[in-house]
């Protein structure tokens, strides 16, 4: 890891942004895009926030190895701090654009790619920024095994409605989908709820979720 930066000298100068950075730069779970040299990874939480979602997963599947992957570092060193208090040690956290996740990890070497809240963008000229795009859609296939699977949640019904569409267009099998997933029989795992899903379950929406693997025939 990089030279220690003192997270101390950045409290006092109401530059709160900046001493979470600080904490991100010194935490040893976390990484910049050009610091993370490759290693085994099985899953991998993309737009991940905090990344606590995939840090109740990591503590349930402690042989499997999790990222968090994220733009802001100040949202992910909340996960990492919170993953280096309660020793999970199985989870990484890297300060990346979806768009750079190919450089990140092997072709066919990901059990799972979760793509939990992402932004909806809805204006249509936004649209290939969608997280669930088809030029995202390609590269979470290329990286996944042929038997994983990419796991989407989301509380707006016109983005995942979307999102069914790319995913069905692009030739994925829907293997599991459910239009309220906490009133749904499928995997109590898949119901961790994720910072933005507490809020938006409180506001009384529903979670959206499709599982989909791709298929390769
Ligand atoms: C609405 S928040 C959801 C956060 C988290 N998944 C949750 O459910 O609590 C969307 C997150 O996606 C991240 N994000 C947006 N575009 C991204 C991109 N191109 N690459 C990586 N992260 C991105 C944002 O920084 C933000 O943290």
Redo the contacts with the bound molecule.
Sequence with gaps: MSEYVDPTQFVITRRRKKYKFAKFHNAENCFEFDEWTKRPVDVV??????GR?SVELALLHPDKTFVA????AD?LQKGAYDALERGIKNIYFIR????QVSELFDEQSLDTVWV????PYPKKRAAG?R?THQHFLSQYQQLLRPTGSFCLKHDNPEFFSWSLEQLVAAKWHIEELSFDLHESELSEEYRIK????RRWLDEGRHTNFVRACYNRT
Excluded: N
């Design positions: 939480e993309i737009g991940a926030g905090s979602f992957l994220d733009v802001k949202r990346a654009r979806a768009d939990t809240f992402p932004d920024r997280l994720t910072d933005y899903e």
